[in-house]
C-alpha cells in the first residue's frame, strides 16, 4: 500500500515525512509541497525554490524491502526519475553525478536520500526537489526548468501525483545491481565527453568514463590519468 500527503507549505518534506509514519504502516508513504521554505540538499547545500512553481516531493521506502546498497539505490533512485522525466518530456534527461538531473545543460531535479530509524522501522527518505513552472533563476546560471527547457506547461498536481505513483510501483520489482549500473552509465551526463573539472584549486579536461558499483566516478584525467573520485571531491564544470 502506498499513500500520497499534500501540504500547503512546509519547511521541508524530508522533515515532515516523518511525522505521517509515526500514524501510518505503509511501505510507501509520500509527501509533497509546492512550497517548501528550507529545503535542503546533497552535503548541507541548500535547495531554493519559487513558491507555486515547483515541487517538493520526498518518499519513504521501508528499508528492509530494498536488497541493495545505498550507492546502487542511489543510482536506481535517480534513473527512475530520469526516465519518468524522459517519458513525460520526451526529452533525452541525463544524470549528473550523482543523482542531479539535467536537460538540455540545465539542472532541473536535485534529490536528496537519506536514512532514518522512525518507529522502529530502518527507511529510505528519498526527497527531491523539481523545477516545474519557473521561469527566472537569477544568479543560479545553471538552474532551469521544464518549462524554460521544453516549453511545455505542466500542472503541479497530476505532476507529483503521477510521479508517486511511478516511483512507488518502481521499487516494487527491483532490476540486477548489474543492470542499474548500466542503465545509469548509459544516461550519465558528458560521458566520454572532454570536460572540464576542478580538484581543490587546480582545473583540468578530463573525460568521464563511468560510475561503478561502489559509488565513484572515474574520470580520465589529463594530467592525472584514470581515477575514482567520490562525490565532492571533483567538480564538473559545464
Known amino acids: 500500500m502506498d499513500q500520497l500527503f499534500y501540504l500547503k507549505e512546509c519547511s521541508s518534506t524530508n522533515d515532515e515525512v516523518s511525522k505521517f509514519l509515526l500514524y501510518e504502516n ?5 509527501v509533497s509541497t509546492f512550497n517548501q521554505t528550507k529545503g535542503r540538499g546533497q552535503y548541507g547545500n541548500t535547495w531554493a525554490a519559487a513558491a507555486g512553481k515547483n515541487v517538493a516531493y520526498t518518499l519513504a521506502v521501508k528499508a528492509k524491502n530494498i536488497l541493495l546498497t545505498d550507492f546502487i539505490f542511489n543510482y536506481y533512485t535517480a534513473v527512475v526519475i530520469r526516465d519518468y522525466l524522459a517519458n513525460l518530456t520526451d526529452k533525452d534527461v541525463k544524470i549528473k553525478w550523482p543523482n542531479d538531473m539535467i536537460l538540455k545543460n540545465k539542472k532541473i531535479v536535485g534529490i536528496l536520500i537519506e536514512k532514518k530509524k522512525i518507529n522502529q522501522n530502518n527507511y529510505f527518505i528519498i526527497g527531491a ?110
Open 129 to 238: 526537489g523539481f523545477n516545474i513552472l519557473q521561469d527566472q533563476f537569477e544568479e543560479i546560471s545553471h538552474a532551469g526548468s521544464l518549462l524554460t527547457q521544453t516549453g511545455q506547461v505542466f500542472d503541479l498536481e497530476d505532476f507529483v501525483f503521477n510521479l508517486h505513483e511511478y516511483l512507488s510501483e518502481k521499487l516494487k520489482t527491483i532490476p540486477s545491481e548489474q543492470d542499474i549500473i548500466d542503465h545509469f552509465n548509459l544516461h550519465l551526463f558528458r560521458k566520454d565527453e572532454i570536460s572540464v573539472f576542478e580538484i581543490g584549486k587546480e582545473r583540468q579536461n578530463g573525460i568521464i568514463r563511468n560510475a561503478d558499483e561502489k559509488g565513484e566516478l572515474w574520470i580520465e584525467l589529463e594530467k592525472d590519468g584514470f581515477k575514482p573520485f567520490y562525490h565532492k571531491e571533483i567538480k564538473l564544470l559545464y
Open 26 to 30: 505503509s511501505d510507501f508513504i509520500g
